[in-house]
């Protein structure tokens, strides 16, 4: 993780062309901080030009640079760049071309891999003549978390760069001014332009909808099916999104609120009834929903899509629909008792209590997967939660208390949930265990363990659960353990 703090930092320039800028200086400087760089495989220049491509480590097949074209390099024979990059296959760093004539990359034959893990900008830009970089089309990314451009190349068709895998990943995508992009660029969309997407499958680059009060002009949108990066929705008259109602996947960008519905008064459903995945490649899926309409609700599908993946609220003011049918045709109940819950509910939607008396009717939750509500155990005589085996979330809206309580089980030494991940409610807490046996989490260790099993931070008989790690600790731990063998 320490590599990820070492940022080359970008900035996104408004109002509509947005550009990811960098300093080569400090670019230089990052690349030689780089682990593992072999100090005779480096190049050690900010440009390929005739002064400096000599320096190029002709014999290595992995080299550490910044390696740049810019107009310097256009008086450079082809041949030249073909016998000097012909063993190259593995660059630690960035490529970018700007400014050129050269009309292809293919001197760059056996390139196979790009390890940019300083996040140092990529750039394709401004070259009026260049017609073919089919050699990034099968490229193997080993970090898909550095900003890419690809701007202004008036004969470039670059459309198979975003279909492919190469860059499948990436959520910092600006493509724009091509011969031909990927899908559409993403701007400030409202009333006035919205008739300019209406052939779009896809949006890359932030995107803002604002200041809209014409809902049906947005119907132009409905072929969207992915949306790569962030989306800000807000001043609108809008009652629903219905008009995405065709959006499959979102992937988010850093830092950054992904996706940011605000300041639509109106607004009482969310209406992204195809979206299957929201997306960050290396932090939370960032959402905000905020001053919509008192009555906003979620579908317990839309919310399923949000506790599958890594989401991360600042706001959600949301409840829950009150629709118990599913388009997947899983069973939906309502909770009202332990004792009047049908046997094969897969979901449950309402706050579960779980209390003394109950113990019998646990059986009944083996098959659920989903609470739409809180989970509360108290005052059982249960020894462990071997019920809910196939319990994923449990997520709490329009509510403050805990998404999980264990509370009071003088009995219980076992609360595992090994499919449980990212339990969720507004509140500060999402899991409340205490009063419960007193071995039942022996260690530090343990109840540090436990959180991150299910994916949220733990308060543990009113303390936060955490583990300062130590050798001796360590140790010992280590010879508690099972299975292992003595080494003679």
Known sequence: MTCLLLLTLF?????????????????????????????????????????????????????????????????IPYETLKSTFRNFRILRGVLRVENTTLTNLSFFGNLTVISNINKHVFSISYNPKLTDVSVLFTIMNTYSNYPVQFINNPKLDISQLCVGESFFDFDMFYIVNNLKDCGCTGTIINNANVINFKNCTSIFGPTEISNATDASKFSVLS???????PI??????????????????????????????????????????????????????????ENVHPDFCLTMEEMQVFTTFNTGYVKLEAKYCNITTRKDGQKTCLFESMSALDNDCVHIL?????SSGDEEYTGK???????YGSLSITNTTLKNLEFLGNLTNVAVLNDTSPAILIDSNPDISDISLPNMMFPYTSGPNRVVIQNNDANLFPNPYECDQYQNSVGAYVLYNGARCVYTYNATDDMALLFETEYCGTVL
């Open 232 to 289: 800000s929705i807000h001043n609108t008259n809008f009652e629903n999104l219905s008009f995405l109602s065709k959006v499959e996947s979102m992937k988010g960008d850093v830092n950054v609120v992904n996706l940011d519905i605000h300041d639509s008064p109106n607004m009482t459903r969310l209406g992204l009834e195809s979206l299957m995945s929201v997306y960050n490649i290396e932090d939370w899926f960032r959402v905000n929903i």
């Open 11 to 75: 900035v996104f320039i408004p109002p509509i062309y947005t550009v990811y800028t960098y300093n080569a200086t400090d670019d230089m400087a990052l690349l030689f901080e780089t682990p593992n760089c072999d100090s005779q495989c480096r190049f050690n220049a900010s440009e390929v030009s005739l002064d400096t491509i000599d320096k190029w480590p002709v014999n290595c097949s992995e080299v550490c640079a910044i390696l740049k074209f810019t107009s310097s390099s256009n008086i």
């Open 350 to 354: 309402g706050n579960v209590i779980i």
């Open 223 to 229: 072929r969207v099916k992915n949306i790569t990066g």
């Open 365 to 371: 939750l083996s098959k659920v997967t989903r609470i």
